[in-house]
């Protein structure tokens, strides 16, 4: 059975993407338009009630966490090999989706989403979100210090989510908060450029895999 991502073509949905290319799982997308409100349509809202994307249609499941172990013995092991790799694992997916997110999120929102709609921005919330995220960087530069990827010396699902947003940092112009960070810039110039994010990031809805 091809596995259907329902979402828009750009953010959490292309996370999902990257996952699902680094496990060789074959997939179809269906992209949404958020920005039209096609999420709010009543044929989405049969899928997901709350109107909440992305959406993974692959029976019950829809975690993309649930396709790391589910394809665990395919493609790349984003999951550590060890229980105590797994535990790390976990830790900084928790870390990522508590603080980094939240903060990333806000800033990049704020100013993309004003910019489009031709909004005034919340300085106010712009400027405590880069605070936020600048302390974040912070633990992340100290942790990258000591090992190459956040959950140890090995690529994880834990980097692997970090790309889709950070990537709107340069276009929002707010890249110095990685670059003047010697471990995170190192470690951001390597997730950026693995194979399975350049061709998510390069293409345009509806991607096959």
């Not at 699902?20 to 949404?32: D, G, R, S």
């Not at 349509?41 to 959406?55: C, E, K, R």
């Not at 970090?162 to 890249?175: E, N, Q, R, S």
């Amino acid at each position: 059975m091809v596995v259907k991502l329902y979402g828009p073509d750009f953010a959490s949905a292309n996370r999902v993407l990257v996952c699902l290319i680094e496990k060789e799982v074959k997939f179809e997308t269906v992209p949404i338009d958020i920005i039209k409100g096609q999420n709010k349509d009543h044929g989405f809202l049969n899928l997901q009630p709350f109107g909440v994307v992305p959406v993974i249609q692959d029976g019950d499941y829809t975690l993309f966490v649930y396709y790391a172990e589910k394809y665990k013995s395919q493609g790349t092991d984003l999951l550590g090999k060890s229980i105590e790799k797994r535990g790390a694992v976990e830790q900084w997916l928790e870390v990522e989706a508590q603080n980094y997110h939240p903060a990333i999120y806000t800033l990049v929102i704020e100013i993309l989403l004003a910019r489009k709609k031709g909004t005034p921005s919340d300085a106010k919330a712009i400027k405590e979100s880069e605070k936020k995220l600048g302390k974040v960087l912070d633990i992340y530069e100290e942790r990258l210090s000591k090992s190459k990827y956040l959950a140890g010396d090995f690529f994880s699902l834990v980097d692997l989510s970090h790309p889709p947003f950070t990537k709107y940092l340069a276009d929002i112009g707010k890249m110095h908060l990685i670059e003047e960070r010697k471990h995170v810039k190192a470690w951001w110039d390597d997730i950026s450029n693995i194979p399975s994010w350049k061709k998510v990031s390069s293409s345009r809805w509806p991607l096959l895999e």
